[in-house]
């Protein structure tokens, strides 16, 4: 048993420096509290939601900056939703660059080429916090499926 | 029959974030309530049988046609920020129906606007949850559902009114009622002033929250 032994306390671990470095904040935390024998894959069900919800805002963000004449209402509602669907699982640094561009959204007055490279470059940094933290859960997930399926259980959190 | 109240409560949430409606529904099947969610306030109107044309003329619910049996809610929990109805859209819409403003409202938002919960609660919600709602939260819902159950929906909202009829053994949830009902009357009347007893979260009171272990960060850069 030894293998399953250094299997959770390499997630322990995995999970505790994903909270250090910020990647996820307490409320990842509540969504394992929800989880139990009843609902043992809560937490994936819901973050395969969000994985799904988070490519399709970011290619609603994608084609909203390509257009001639930039809807920055438009790019503001769809920043907001990710905002929301990241603060609900607890992708900390998903959620602050979320606040971030929608704060340059906010100051959309302004003609010229500007405001929209700055929020090109917002999305490109939602893109790349949001990779990041998918390949942390992604890898998070790996882990208890390997403690699961060596007949292990779950460190309770 | 059953006498167990829990088992009877349904709940109907509005949202339109899918991650958010598996949450809420989580949260609330977890308190042991029966759920339904939907994904606008549109929906929501439909599966209470309230059609537009006849809101507030009738004293009794309007049942729609695909419903076969009246539809029994005990609270309706809505987010704010919807497209085309809003949550606060939809809260006028129930208080403005005779056959729904007995229900209990609850708003969610994921923005701290102090004037939007003011609003809100004016227009007569229950409470105002801020995003991500917790466990915490939808444990305080419980009352509110009870006085449906307890209510004559005929009458006003008024304390130390005995009702005919009630087994004796509710009185301990009346009194959790008029308490209950004694705060909802001071938060009406007082929006702007903090109520530490109430629990309502709001941003200023994110450090001081007795049941966080860690504290919250709420649009600042993370601290490696």
Redesign the interface.
Known sequence: MDGVVQLQKQLVDYIASLF???FL???FN??Q??QDES?PD?VV??VS??FE?SERLLNELAKALEQETIDFRKVD?HV??F???S????A??VQ?VC?TFRNYCEEQNVEGVEPWHRCLKCLQQVKHEYSLVRNKLETLFQLEKQIIAAGGSLPAT | MGMSMESQFHVLAVDDSIIDRKLIERLLKTSSYQVTTVDSGTKALEFLGLHEDDQSNTETPSVSPNNHQEVDVNLIITDYCMPGMTGYDLLRKIKESSSLRDIPVVIMSSENVPSRISRCLEEGAEEFFLKPVRLSDVNRLRPHMMKTKLKDPKQDNEENKEESGKPVSRSLEEKEEQQQQHQQQQLHRLPQQQHSNSNKRKALEEGLSPDRTRPRYNGLTTVV
């Open positions: 250090h470095e910020g904040d307490e409320q509540q969504l509290q929800l609902n809560f069900e819901v939601l969000f919800d509602a907001h939703q905002k929301g669907s603060s609900s699982i607890g900390h640094r602050n606040i």
